[in-house]
């Protein structure tokens, strides 16, 4: 399994099955096609299918996680986007957020199964602006962006 995600809508996955045998996949179990390949996706939670052509085995089933980040976040107290976080990185506990302001001076960290960041430093609300962050996915990969605070 390959997954490119944190790409906004251009995240994809490209499905390799084991074994020999002339496969379709799916990621909802209904409608399958022979490429093993899905684009335009959106972050979210999917199953994969795959089924060999011919019946010979069961079909086999995989949850998978395409991730990505919010570009802004709005820390107001009306109870929508309060906190900063990635959307389903607690399915990857072990991934590290590190947040930074304009100057590089570090505001937050967090792990990927933590309720993300509120806006504030020390108990107190910071400036509505860009804010930097770096994320380490637990096989190494970095992510790096940044996203908008609005007050």
């Not at 972050?43 to 995989?62: A, H, L, M, Q, W």
Request: hydrophobic share 30%; glycine share 12%; proline share 5%.
């Amino acid at each position: 399994m390959d997954i490119t995600d944190f790409k906004g809508g251009e995240n994809s996955f490209t499905i390799t099955p084991q074994g020999a045998g002339k496969y379709e996949y799916s990621i909802d179990g209904i409608n399958y096609q022979t490429e093993n390949t899905f684009t335009s996706l959106e972050t979210g939670e999917y199953f994969i299918y795959i089924r060999d052509i011919n019946g010979c085995s069961p079909v086999y089933r995989k949850r998978v996680y395409v991730l990505d980040y919010p570009k802004f976040f709005t820390p107001n107290g009306d109870g929508k986007n309060e906190t900063w976080r990635i959307p389903y990185l607690s399915s990857r506990p072990g991934a590290n957020v590190i947040i930074y302001d304009r100057f590089g001076k570090l505001i937050t960290s967090f792990y990927g199964n933590a309720p993300g960041w509120d806006g504030t430093l020390n108990g107190y609300r910071l400036p509505a602006t860009d804010y930097w962050f770096v994320i380490n996915l637990e096989n190494g990969r970095v992510i790096r962006g940044h996203f908008a605070l609005i007050r």
